[in-house]
């Protein structure tokens, strides 16, 4: 049905956003200068996230995935094209103003963690409630600890953790300023399968339970049929954008020996159909 007024009785039109969106972005592109040779990274991007989506990228190496997680995560400019977060201009925003955001807003995990080397469990989750200023900050750091698994491991230093370990450690990191949303690229990428289906465990607890929006890179079809929608980059561009129909349960689904043949549904969008390109 054509919906022509919204919910307050007043007619929709451009200028009003839904509020359900947390990520806008409309026809992003970034360009690298290499000397005299421009690297397109992105061509043209537009994408809409909405509030409790849980959400893979997938594309080949050097399609765009991280140079639009680095936008998306106000780790960087477009070059051109609008991004607003939670409503937010975020392609106007000046670098101290960009920091803010990415501290109030943004939970980031990376694929090799980005831990402090010398640091105990609890004091790594503690830094972005010191930064933000907030108060009960051991408390809020145990929480999060303990929603992760590790009410056990709080004052054990990286090198004393699992790669599955410390990975959580990240996770509840990247969740103790409650962020409007979660950015994971690659974050199954250095473990095995059990570490890796314990990640998307928690992932898919905390989207269900907190409906906490995330988005996650991966090169793993696998990976991704645990999230409810994917997006497919190629060449900068996004080829093709599908809901997932029936995602599945970490830990209770096995790896399916299915995997071959999901890569093979999606080889068209991911490699361009042309096998001679990756042969
Ligand atoms: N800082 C940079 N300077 C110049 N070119 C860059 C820079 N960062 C990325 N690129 C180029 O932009 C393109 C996209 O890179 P990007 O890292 O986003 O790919 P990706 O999809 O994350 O790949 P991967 O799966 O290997 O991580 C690549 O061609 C890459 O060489
Ligand atoms: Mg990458």
Redesign the pocket.
């Known amino acids: 049905m054509l919906k022509l007024f919204n919910k307050n009785g007043a007619k929709p039109d451009d200028t009003q956003r839904d509020d359900d969106v947390v990520i806008d972005i409309r026809d992003i592109t970034?360009v690298?200068?290499?000397g005299d040779i421009e690297?397109?990274?992105?061509n043209g991007v537009s994408l809409e996230i909405r509030k409790g989506e849980f959400l893979s990228i997938m594309?080949?190496?050097?399609?765009?995935?991280?140079?639009?997680?680095?936008i998306l995560g106000a780790l960087d400019q477009p070059s051109t094209g609008e991004y607003f977060l939670d409503g937010e201009d975020v392609s106007r925003l000046s670098e101290s103003d960009l920091a803010r955001v990415r501290n109030q807003k943004i939970g980031f995990v990376f694929q090799n963690y980005n831990l402090l080397k010398r640091t105990p469990a609890i004091r790594q989750v503690e830094l972005p409630l010191i930064y933000a200023g907030a108060s009960e900050r051991r408390k809020r750091a145990q929480a999060a600890l303990e929603l992760v698994g590790l009410e056990r491991r709080m004052d054990h230093l990286p090198t004393e953790l699992s790669g599955g370990q410390q990975q959580r450690v990240a996770i509840a990191r990247a969740l103790v300023n409650n962020p409007a949303m979660i950015l994971a690229?690659?974050a199954t990428g250095n473990l095995d399968s059990r570490s890796g289906a314990e990640i998307l465990q928690i992932m898919q607890r905390l989207n269900q339970e907190q409906g906490i929006t995330i988005v996650f890179?991966t090169?793993d079809p696998w990976i991704a049929r645990h999230t409810r929608r994917l997006v497919m980059?190629r060449d900068?561009k996004i080829v093709a954008d599908e809901p997932i129909p029936r995602p599945l349960v970490a830990g209770k689904d096995e790896r399916p020996s299915e995997a071959a043949e999901m890569e093979a549904i999606f080889q068209d969008a991911y490699y361009g159909g042309s096998e001679d390109e990756y042969n």
């Open positions: 970034k690298y200068q290499m690297v397109r990274a992105l594309g080949p190496s050097g399609s765009g995935k991280s140079t639009m997680m680095n690229d690659e890179v090169h980059l900068g």
